[in-house]
């Protein structure tokens, strides 16, 4: 008996010690630390520029409204959109009967002031020679030499006059001011042409030019022939590169800003007039500036930290000043120096003291 008892105490004592030492297996398993995991970046210096979004739409840089000069009816519409055409081509015309009769008028008088220009030439040669022979007062020859002298006046007149409405007859003629391509036509047969509105809009998209409007304290650091990174998300999704053509001088006085030119060229005619774009422009750059990745920024409040890491693979929560900035990098002022690695992905779930780790692929 005293045997049984004294080894269930032993077998007691011995699962006690089990359970116990399988209890604190469990604790020690709870309260091991969890790694995040993170991607880093190292800070480095590099040129910085702050850039701003502005925009636009798109037309040829060559673009011309087609205006008629006269009312008239139309007879023929010769070209549609989408069309190349060349400079002097025609593209439409007008009713042109009421024009060639002013032609045909002003021909009839020429004829009438030269056959007037011929009378008044004899009558003063005649008079020339009445005159040397003392049969002519002087006054006469005086005036014999004004009807000539407004006979000649008479047929330059009338010259102007057939060439105004030669000018008026070709007018019926409407043209394509240059190369390029019909944007639109915006008449039909059978309407009448209005001087007042376009028959056409034609487009060298060759070339085309967004103008964008700067304020002023943008426009100091706008450049002529500096680069632009022009999207048009109805043309392509990545970005097309422009350039600067003209800064002005004074603001637009309505607008009361500042006008900037951009050319972008098109050679794949990807692009249409007409289409909508936004245009990132450099302002201000500083050059060979302590930077790192925007997406290590974290904003906490009115401060802006980062997180680097420490010997131990612990995140450090650092404090830092903010100078330049665009989508991809910033400038930093003050709180770091380059060579030093920060988070860039997984810095919105670390603390400062929060262990993590590096995953691969990222900088070490």
Avoid: W
């Avoid at 022009?230 to 006008?259: C, H, Q």
């Avoid at 409040?301 to 995140?315: F, L, P």
């Amino acid at each position: 008996m005293f045997r049984r008892r004294k080894s269930l105490i032993i077998f007691l004592m011995a699962l006690l010690i089990i359970t116990t030492l399988s209890g604190c297996q469990k604790d020690a398993e709870v309260i091991k630390e969890t790694e995040i995991t993170v991607a880093t970046a190292n800070v480095t210096t590099r040129d910085v520029a702050k850039m701003v979004k502005l925009t636009g739409t798109v037309k040829g840089k060559d673009e011309v409204y087609v205006i008629p000069k006269i009312p008239a009816q139309v007879t023929a519409v010769l070209v549609r959109p989408g069309q190349a055409v060349s400079q002097g081509q025609t593209i439409a015309t007008l009713d042109s009967s009421d024009f060639t009769i002013g032609v045909e008028q002003a021909q009839a008088g020429i004829r009438l002031a030269e056959i007037q220009l011929e009378n008044a030439r004899i009558n003063l040669e005649r008079s020339e020679k009445l005159h040397e022979a003392g049969a002519l007062a002087t006054q006469q020859l005086e005036a014999s030499q004004v009807g000539f002298d407004s006979a000649e006046a008479q047929l330059e007149q009338a010259i102007v006059g057939l060439q105004g409405a030669q000018n008026q007859l070709n007018n019926t003629i409407i043209t394509a001011p240059i190369n390029g391509v019909v944007g639109s036509i915006d008449i039909s047969v059978g309407d009448m042409a209005n001087p007042s509105s376009p028959a056409a809009i034609i487009s060298n998209t060759s070339q085309l030019e967004i103008e964008i409007l700067a304020s002023e304290s943008e426009v100091n650091f706008i450049k002529e022939g500096s680069e632009a990174q022009v999207f048009i998300k109805a043309a392509a999704s990545e970005p097309f590169t422009g350039r600067i053509d003209t800064v002005s001088l004074v603001p637009d006085p309505m607008k009361k800003n500042y006008v900037v030119k951009v050319v972008l060229p098109n050679q794949d005619n990807l692009i249409r007039s007409g289409m909508f774009a936004e245009i990132s422009v450099a302002t201000e750059s500083k050059k060979d500036v302590v930077s790192l990745p925007a997406n290590a920024i974290v904003p906490k409040g009115n401060r802006t930290v980062v997180y680097t890491i420490d010997e131990d693979k612990r995140a450090r929560e650092t404090e830092i000043k903010l100078g330049l900035e665009n989508s991809q990098y910033v400038e930093i002022e003050a709180g770091l120096k380059s060579g030093q690695i920060v988070i860039t992905k997984g810095n919105t779930l670390v603390s400062d003291g929060t262990l993590v780790r590096v995953a691969t692929g990222g900088d070490k």
